[in-house]
């Protein structure tokens, strides 16, 4: 068997929980053939794999959202004829309508004789009638010159993107929805294969999250493009065979955004309780540690912050930031100036890719204020080493952390972008042993009965 697996900015050139997810998976199932599709932003970048190419991994092949910039136009003034249904079709995917029949939808862009390719269709006088009927029907206040282009901009790699050939497979199984899932969608249709979805975070309302802080599209425009990433993401929902998510509150997103009840599934993510079984180490002085990429999206700049305040504190601590820095170095840069300027230099420690097993048994306290989440390994790998998690309220860290029938608490929710609430959660455990003691040896606990590889499994 042939699994072919899509994913999106992450494996095998981007590490954090996604990308190992799908790293394991393939070395947990040596029986089984894998391909990954891995879609890109821009060639522009320099990627280098992450990961060693486990021996059942028969392809990598990488696409570029960008690809659409080297097409060749043959056509300029494709003149393209279709029938009623057809073009019923495509006006009601223009419109983003919820009611669109992906299949059909599909069957006609990815044949380039009828519709040609994205720029000769969106040259065409067929997408010009269209698109200005559509302006004149929902935003005649707008800009036509900027709604054009906006449009045409959105569509530009979405269209591209569904023209390409799917690799053989005898299962496409993308990992997220958007455009990984759009793609899942595709393949399965072209090549008559079953298509399955695993969703570790909500997709479409990390977009909507990234849009509204974003400065390169505003008004009207934000909501547009907003609107188009759950349009997609609920043909990904709607056309899949089976939806997994990690925990209950993805899973009910899911149902509100269009996914079958009947098709969604749970299925947890496991750690190898035996790899984090790891012996104390005596060290001076009081370690809290973060395992994370130095990206805005773990929010670091709130973790130096409330760092600044363990230390004015309890002058013994330290601060280790775990992980590769690679990923977006203006970033990076930003948070070595803060570390700069709260006069942290020989506090924090930027360790770089590392083996983390070689923290954990220095770390007293674990610490985590990302702004989205699914559901972290970090904080099971921190559980599974006895160590207490102080963690902002995303994905499934506060059904993780707080307390349930089995098990006390393993550590502490705060708010998001909260240093002085971060802080005061990481001093409480550093100056109470006995309290970092109990969690922790209550998130081993949890993490053996629940969360240990061998048993995770389907739930409803």
């Known amino acids: 068997m042939k699994v072919c697996l899509i994913a999106e900015g992450c494996y095998p050139y981007i590490t954090g929980g996604v990308s190992s997810w799908i790293h394991q998976l393939i070395t947990g199932l040596p029986e089984i053939d894998f391909k990954v599709l891995s879609i890109m932003p821009t060639r522009n970048e320099k990627l280098v794999y992450k990961y060693p190419v486990p021996s059942n991994l028969l392809e990598i092949k990488t696409i570029f959202l960008d690809d659409y910039t080297n097409l060749v136009t043959k056509n300029i003034n494709k003149k393209i004829h ?37 720029i000769e269709f969106l040259q065409s006088d067929l997408f010009w009638d269209i698109i200005i009927e559509y302006y004149q029907e ?22 591209h993107l569904l023209q390409e050939k799917p690799l053989e497979a005898d299962i496409y199984h993308a990992v997220s929805t958007g455009y990984a899932g759009i793609l899942g969608v595709s393949f399965s249709e072209q090549a008559q294969k079953p298509y399955i979805l695993t969703e570790h975070g909500i997709y479409a309302r990390e977009r909507e999250e990234e849009i509204l802080k974003a400065n390169w599209v505003t008004g009207t425009y934000k909501k547009l493009w907003i609107d188009f990433f759950y349009f997609i993401s609920q043909a990904a929902y709607k ?20 996914a079958p009840a009947s098709l969604t599934k749970i299925i947890a993510n496991g750690v ?40 004015e504190t309890i002058a013994s601590s330290k601060f280790y930031l775990i992980g590769p820095v690679d990923e977006d170095p203006d970033y990076y840069n930003q948070c070595k100036s803060l570390v700069e300027l709260l006069k942290l230099e020989y506090d924090v420690i930027f360790t770089g890719t590392v083996d983390v097993k070689d923290y954990l048994k220095l770390i007293d306290v674990m610490v985590l204020t990302s702004v989205s989440e699914g559901q972290p390994l970090v904080i099971l790998e921190a559980m599974a080493s006895g160590i207490p998690t102080v963690s902002t309220d995303v994905g499934s860290c506060k059904e993780l952390l707080e307390k349930d029938e089995n098990e006390g608490p393993c550590g502490f929710i705060t708010n998001l972008v909260s240093p002085n609430e971060t802080a005061s959660q990481i001093i409480r455990l550093l100056k109470d042993q006995e309290l970092r003691e109990e969690l922790g040896r209550n998130g081993r606990v949890r993490a053996e009965r629940a969360f240990a590889k061998d048993i995770s499994k389907w739930s409803s």
């Not at 935003?139 to 054009?148: A, L």
């Not at 104390?280 to 990429?293: F, W």
């Not at 700049?301 to 760092?307: D, G, H, Q, V």
Request: hydrophobic share 40%; net charge positive; proline share 3%.
């Open 138 to 159: 929902k935003y005649p206040e707008e800009s036509f010159n900027t709604f054009f282009w906006t449009y045409r901009t959105m569509l530009l790699p979405f269209i």
């Open 82 to 118: 279709l029938n009623k249904r057809y073009k019923g079709v495509l006006l009601n995917f223009i419109k983003m309508n919820p009611d669109v029949n992906w299949k059909y939808v599909i069957n006609l862009i990815v044949h380039k004789r009828k519709l040609g390719n994205s």
């Open 239 to 258: 056309e899949s065979e089976k939806i997994v998510s990690l925990f209950e509150r993805n899973q009910t997103i899911q149902r509100e955004l269009g």
């Open 272 to 311: 190898d309780i035996k790899r984090y079984t790891v012996s104390k180490e005596e060290h001076s002085g009081l370690i809290v540690g973060a395992i994370l990429r130095i990206v805005p999206i773990k929010d670091v700049m709130t973790l130096i912050r409330a760092f600044k305040i363990v230390k």
